[in-house]
């Protein structure tokens, strides 16, 4: 089965980007047409422990995401750029952590002054762990958050690049029909 993971590295917890990122979640499991099920992690509720010695509670979840097939990964903007956060708990991820994977990055954010922030910085963060993007990061203005949950996936499925996403994640093998 498809595992699509999400990492949220903001450090409110339950925010609006942690909504958008589920939202995203289901989007992409709309499109991939599959159940997708896989871990949710919201890296405030460990925010704490981030940057004590030995850290094996970010230890532990970076293991967890490591398994899935395609990963989420979402920040709010943060000056111009992502949380510093994310960026800590991204430090402590091994090298070609991400190899084999697929990654949509999101960002969300006040000004779309800043609608580049998740390809100009995201991005190259999650190519170097080895991560696959499928097409462009997205984007979403706070603005756009108070539709609702059904209305936010509905839009996202507009904003992912579905074929660039098929292509990247293979069919599970279960659904692929038998070569005659
Ligand atoms: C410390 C801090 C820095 C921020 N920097 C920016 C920024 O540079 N550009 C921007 O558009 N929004 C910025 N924002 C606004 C947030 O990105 C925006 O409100 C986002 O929706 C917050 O997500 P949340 O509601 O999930 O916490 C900043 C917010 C905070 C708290």
Same mark, same amino acid.
Do not use: F, I, N
């Given at each position: 089965m498809t595992q699509i993971g999400v990492l949220v590295g903001n450090p !409110?917890?339950?925010?609006r980007t942690w909504h958008a990122a589920l939202a995203l979640r289901d989007a992409v499991r709309q499109v991939l047409d599959v159940p997708g099920d896989g871990p949710l992690v919201d890296a405030a509720e460990f925010a704490q422990e981030v940057f004590a010695p030995g850290g094996e509670r970010v230890r532990a979840v970076l293991e967890e995401l490591g398994r899935t097939d395609v990963l989420i990964v979402a920040s709010p903007t943060y000056k111009a750029t992502y949380t510093g956060l994310l960026k800590a708990v991204l430090d402590q991820?091994?090298?070609?952590?991400? !190899?084999?994977k697929v990654v949509v990055p999101l960002q969300v954010a006040a000004?779309?002054?800043?609608?580049?922030a998740v390809e100009l910085h995201l991005r190259p963060l999650l190519v170097e762990l080895g991560g696959r993007v499928a097409g462009q990061g997205i984007f979403l203005n706070e603005?756009?958050?108070?539709?609702s949950p059904v209305e936010l996936t509905a839009q996202l499925v507009e904003l992912l690049d579905a074929d660039a996403l098929r292509a990247l994640v293979p069919a599970p093998i279960d659904t692929v029909s038998p070569v005659r």
């Open positions: !409110r917890p339950a925010s991820a091994p090298s070609g952590w991400l !190899r084999g000004s779309d002054r800043h609608a580049l603005s756009a958050l108070t539709v």
